[in-house]
């Protein structure tokens, strides 16, 4: 008869005991007893590192295993103490299973809750904005308008600056368009046809390098998706307030608001936010 150890017992700070039972011939084994539930330390936000602390056992294990968990499945590659919050991991539900192995004992997992991810930062501001189309543009408006979203709501956006983006129907604080490249200077003789442009509360995104980003980006092999992304961060960081920057040393991250369709000067491609401009007032 299994023992009862194979039942869940309530660690001391809420943490799950579970002894692994591999095999019939493992079945007898004793569990090991936990002295100090395993944990962790750090603060469940984007961009932080939490760090697992192994608890105390009885008797002192010989191997300590770990796994974060998100939304109770492993995250492939995340088994050592330090864990680096990643972009998927906000506003989902962390855990950590902790495996104790020693000879003569069954291995005994702990499960620690560690509870939902955060932004880097709360919410300080929010733009209403509305999508708009000019011109012959083609299909796809329902994909400008999803990816978009997406690029305001990632935690490596203008999001971790604290602004949150909320599309409305029509008005809002921002006008985000998608238009026809020989129609971008219609909105300013500031404008080119070739590029994407801001205008007061008009984000344009010209259709054609949304399609196709440029000839910079592709040469260094980058994506299309990446090019969405920071196509749509840069113009949006004009409405923000911030100007165009450079490049600030060969081999570095490029920041978002240079004008990375045209080239880098060195830098490395880059679709979201540097720190930098992340903690620019």
Same mark, same amino acid.
């Given at each position: ?24 011939? $493992? ?7 936990? %002295? @100090?539930?395993?944990?962790?330390? +750090? &603060?469940?936000? *984007? ?76 919410? $300080? ?7 708009? %189309? @000019?011109?012959?543009?083609?299909? +796809? &408006?329902?994909? *400008? ?76 092999? $980058? ?7 920071? %196509? ?50």
């Amino acid at each position: 008869m299994r023992r009862l150890l194979l039942g869940l017992v309530l660690a001391l700070t809420g943490a799950l005991v579970i002894p692994a039972a591999p095999g019939a011939a $493992r079945d007898e084994l004793p569990a090991l007893s936990v %002295v @100090k539930a395993p944990s962790y330390d +750090g &603060v469940r936000r *984007f961009g932080r590192t939490l760090v697992a602390a192994p608890g105390r056992w009885s008797p002192a294990p010989a191997k300590v295993r770990y796994q974060w968990l998100r939304d109770g499945v492993p995250i492939e590659g995340a088994d050592r103490r330090r864990y680096e919050i990643r972009p998927a991991d906000v506003e989902h539900r962390l855990r950590l299973q902790v495996t104790a192995s020693a000879p003569g004992y069954a291995d005994t997992v702990t499960l620690v809750k560690v509870g939902r991810v955060k932004h880097r930062v709360d919410v $300080r501001r929010t733009v209403r904005y509305s999508v708009r %189309v @000019k011109g012959r543009v083609g299909g +796809g &408006v329902e994909v *400008f308008t999803a990816q978009a979203q997406q690029t305001f709501d990632d935690p490596r956006g203008w999001r971790g600056k604290g602004v949150r983006f909320v599309r409305v129907r029509n008005g809002g604080a921002m006008t985000l368009w998608l238009s026809e490249a020989r129609l971008v200077p219609s909105f300013s003789s500031g404008c080119s046809a070739q590029w994407s442009c801001r205008v007061g509360r008009n984000v344009i995104i010209n259709v054609q390098r949304w399609r196709h980003a440029s000839p910079a980006w592709n040469a260094a092999k $980058r994506s299309l998706r990446d090019y969405r992304h920071m %196509v749509v961060n840069h113009e949006t960081g004009h409405f923000l307030g911030y100007g165009h920057s450079s490049c600030p040393g060969r081999g570095q991250l490029a920041p978002v608001m240079m004008q990375q369709s045209k080239g880098t000067q060195g830098c490395r491609f880059n679709p979201w936010p540097t720190q930098r401009e992340l903690r620019r007032r």
